[in-house]
């Protein structure tokens, strides 16, 4: 009985003491922490509206929707690709013939974005491309354009989230009816803007 009971503490002795040895995990080794970033890519598609100030005495405003997709480069930085492309007009009740205006713009995004509380983040990047301004002779037909502007993400799930964002773009633009005895000048318009949609991480 009693080697029985001094076999029985060895072993319970040898127990405790493998304690500390088995709690030291290789880090390589290690399960991935919860919640932990798994993804570097990210989609985006959603509904947009813009003002359209280069063309006046015609709508105010157009919807449409815009895609993006972005690479993650760090914690805090992404680069996105962009494209808005709006066609249905809006605001014009005082004017029976706004015509038929339609945009598009292509961007590059560089973008600063920061966890702001649990699944709620907040982004602000820059923007610059082109635009393009259809259905009204525009020149020229393509114009340098940038702009700036911020937004707010909130997470879902791990791969889905909702997105709101706004900015402004800038482009030049003549005025319609312009004509080559004018020179064409151009005429530099601001265009506030807003997206609402959903985000897609990979």
Request: glycine share 14%; aromatic share 16%; proline share 5%.
């Amino acid at each position: 009985m009693k080697l029985k009971r001094t076999f029985f503490f060895c072993i319970l002795a040898a127990g405790f003491a493998a304690l500390p040895a088995a709690a030291q995990l290789n880090p390589e080794e290690a399960p991935p922490e919860q919640g932990a970033q798994a993804y570097k890519y990210e989609g985006y598609f959603g509904a947009a509206y813009t003002r359209i100030r280069q063309v006046p005495n015609s709508y105010s405003g157009l919807v449409g929707e815009k895609i993006s997709l972005g690479r993650d480069w760090g914690k805090y930085f992404q680069l996105a690709g962009t494209v808005d492309y709006y066609t249905l007009g809006t605001g014009s009740v005082n004017n029976p013939s706004p015509g038929h205006p339609t945009a598009y713009t292509f961007m590059a995004a560089p973008t600063f974005h920061v966890t702001l509380y649990e699944n709620l983040s907040g982004e602000f990047f820059g923007e610059m491309g082109g635009e393009h301004t259809g259905g009204e002779s525009m020149t020229p037909n393509i114009s340098f354009a940038g702009g700036f502007g911020g937004g707010f993400t909130y997470g879902l799930s791990h791969n889905f989230a909702v997105q709101l964002t706004g900015d402004r773009v800038g482009a030049s633009f003549s005025l319609p009816n312009n004509t080559a005895e004018l020179g064409y000048a151009s005429h530099r318009t601001w265009n506030a803007r807003v997206t609402m949609g959903l985000v897609y991480r990979f």
